[in-house]
Nanobody, 124 residues
Framework: QVHLVESGGGLVQAGGSLSLSCTAS????????MTWFRQAPGNEREFVAG???????HVVDSVKGRFTISGEIAKNTLHLQMNSLEPEDTAVYYCNALAREYDGRRWSSETNYWGQGTQVTVSS
């Protein structure tokens, strides 16, 4: 089992900044992708930004220029710097990892793991 723990988040006024972090832990595992998702009340969970194991980065258009994703998959860490926050960014932010685990004999198939989520609230 791969455990993801998010930190950061909180309450900020529109135009402010917040930073999120995520750390993965477990026995023996290999992460292929680490991603931030968010879910606002009444909405489906949506992709925000992600980093692949080859270093490539993908960011949803709605946050480009405001959010910066960083981290090192080899070190199992992920960060999200959020600037110029808007009330529409209010949501629970989740860290996700697509990873394989080694049980001592073989690697598992790729599995999605989720953190518990952290609340980001932007007041107008």
């Amino acid at each position: 089992q791969v455990h993801l723990v998010e930190s950061g988040g909180g309450l900020v006024q529109a135009g402010g900044s917040l930073s999120l972090s995520c750390t993965a832990s477990g026995s023996i595992f290999r992460i292929k992708v680490m991603t931030w998702f968010r879910q606002a009340p009444g909405n489906e969970r949506e992709f925000v930004a992600g980093i692949l194991d080859d270093g490539s980065i993908h960011v949803v258009d709605s946050v480009k220029g405001r959010f910066t994703i960083s981290g090192e998959i080899a070190k199992n860490t992920l960060h999200l710097q959020m600037n110029s926050l808007e009330p529409e960014d209010t949501a629970v932010y989740y860290c996700n990892a697509l990873a394989r685990e080694y049980d001592g004999r073989r690697w598992s198939s790729e599995t999605n793991y989720w953190g518990q989520g952290t609340q980001v609230t932007v007041s107008s």
